[in-house]
């Protein structure tokens, strides 16, 4: 998959040099990860002998993007990032491999699963409705038939699937946005905490990053025309469905609006555009992927009414389903004037330093007051992101999926659960804080001629 080089920054072999850092931290990374793996299971006694296998192969069928990364972006090192990221998350895989309640039940499963499926029998009970948990168990189930029900071998494959999730983000931004900060949003993606953490494991923020990466591909290209848009789109969408349907039904509205919204070539009158054609066929493919999700998500709430007392009603089961298990809190109600924005900055920042409790907790509420930092430096991106709508709908499109997400999981009362769920809205975040900085009119005066006039 290459990703496109600024023009301007074709660099000499020795300026390659210079800007490559993170290949070092890379290397360091991988080999420290081997030397945990290695003690863990010599030392220890622990099965983590499949990543001293694993790793390496996962990394070489990483490559291929790495080396065509290398070649294609000379403006910085994006290679090592993503190399250091990868590396980061199998790290990270060691630690929920023992901190995972949820992913051992899934491994267990899946196991069981597994030999159903090698012997082609796969109208099987997953014990869980699917939607949902017994989804994900399906899943698990088919990653287990190469993995040979490896427990740490699938561990480190939905850590990988993670990992091209963010790959696919990172490319769905690059293909719509291509005069944003990239550097900022490649750092942001790859190296964020979170999203190298909780997506670690076997879980159902690895596959949901994995289909939300492809269907945001899907809607860059179709924002930009390029063929395989639509078809990215649906695919994403329905692998999530089977885990989330909730989730990729946000990020379809999300899409439709900013297509709806995007501006339009002018044409004569009564002239037939390949933009008006393709807006019509977006209506068609949002019209039939919306009613399967939909009728899925009806699935996952249990209940066949989408009115505003069901859809509320749903809300409060899951503020009561959530208010449990040593995280809880008392959460706001999105649907009020007054809740909605305490919901936001609920999901975005908290737990605050004097509500965290546990390392997990302090890890989060640090993640949390750097964000909070990083929005404020970056107000002047994040607003002038208002003129850019119309030209680059993608902007709309992460803005309209954070507004619902809020809604969506405001009355989620549980620390512990806030900080996985988030995973699926972050990239979108950072969508508008990498945004192209916006110089105030005395630093433009101060820019040579070329420069002011960009």
Partial sequence: MALPADAEAVASPRR?????????VALFAVLSCLLLFAWSSLARGEPTQAGLLLVPVLFALTAPLLVRTSVAETRFDLAGIMATGLALRFAGSYYRWGHAFDANVYQRIGAQLAESFRSFQFDVDTGAPVPGTGGLRYVTGLVSIPTGSNGYANFLVFTWLGFWGCVMLYRAFVTALP??????????IFLWPSLAFWPSSIGKESWMLFTLGIAMLGAARVFVRRPGGYSLLTLGLLAGSFVRPHVGL???????????????ESVGRGEISPALIGKVVGLAVVVLLGGVLVSRTQ???????????SIGSSLDRVNTQTAQGGSEFSAANPSSPLGYPVA???ILVRPFPFEAHGSEQLMTTAEGMFLAVLCVASWRR??????RLRDQPYYATAIVFALMFFYAFGTVANFGILARERVQL??????LLAAPAVLSKRSKEELPGPARRR
């Fill in 426 to 431: 972050m990239p979108f975040v950072f969508v």
């Fill in 16 to 24: 390659q040099n210079r800007n490559q850092p993170w290949r070092l």
């Fill in 344 to 346: 936001a900055v609920t």
């Fill in 179 to 188: 005069d944003a900060d990239h550097r900022r949003y490649a750092l942001l």
């Fill in 382 to 387: 994040v607003w002038g992101v208002r003129k």
């Fill in 250 to 264: 946000l990020a379809l509205i999300a899409f439709a609006i900013g297509l709806f919204i995007g501006r339009r």
């Fill in 299 to 309: 699935q996952l709430l249990d209940t066949t009414d989408t009115s505003s007392s």
